[in-house]
């Protein structure tokens, strides 16, 4: 089934002054669907899911954060939080005039559907939280951004030439992922430097206090065998949270690769949050 695709922009004003932010929107109607990227991801990256959900009938739209794919990239590290992109959620729910809205995403953009639910619940119709960043990922999330921050700051040249080695490229004639992939590398040193650290010195996710408090439906995807995302991480935000389901995926590609199942279980759950207007817990996937 074909589904319209359109490209739009709005802007939000912050300490660093007026930013743009552009979205794309899947579909059409009023069960809205915002899908999140993960850290220093396009909004690209869900495209496949955007379309399989819009295919269902969803009206579904996907953001470039702050600091990532098409938005402005702002070089002030005092810009970047996880509650600064959960405002920007919002601010983009009010720009296209959504009372609520279906919160997913990935990684990064897990942890700011988290945030979205605890700062304006009432926007929040469910959670679709693939591969959340909690307690158990402190170590491995360390190792992974702590040299990339510390190369974009006193090493700009590495970050900034795989820029100028990977924009080139024309994404048309690579594979979808691995396009994902020159999309990811396509990053300025000061923005990087400023996204990291930001996200380094504010709170990675609401508190497990929070997170129990959070009663929106919830679809929680874990991924066995992922260092930076543990499953115990999505099993034990499963278990917090009262009107969640834990999905464990069968492999770290399984949503990359073999969508179906998945694609089905995220589908299912959004339009059943759609279809009733009290809260309750979905069947398992």
Known sequence: MLVS??????????????????????????AWVVLLHGQLMPRRMQQPLARALAAEGLHVVTLDLLGHGRSDRPADPLVYSMTAFGEQVLALLDHLGASQAVIGGTSLGANVSLEVAVIAPERVRGLIIEMPVLDNALEAGILAFAPLMFA???LPFTVNGLRLLTRPVPRGIVPFWAGIVLDTLDQRADSVAAVVHGLFFGRIAPSSRQRRAIQAPALVVGHPADPIHPAADAAMLAEEMPNATFVRARSILE?????????SAAAGFALGCWRTSGRRRHPGA
């Not at 949503?255 to 694609?263: A, C, M, V």
């Open 255 to 263: 949503w990359r690769l073999r969508p179906e199942r998945l694609n």
């Open 5 to 30: 695709e359109r490209i739009g922009q709005f802007f939000v004003e912050g300490d660093s002054g007026r930013d743009r932010l552009e979205y794309t929107e899947y579909g059409s109607g009023d």
């Open 152 to 154: 974009a700051r006193f």
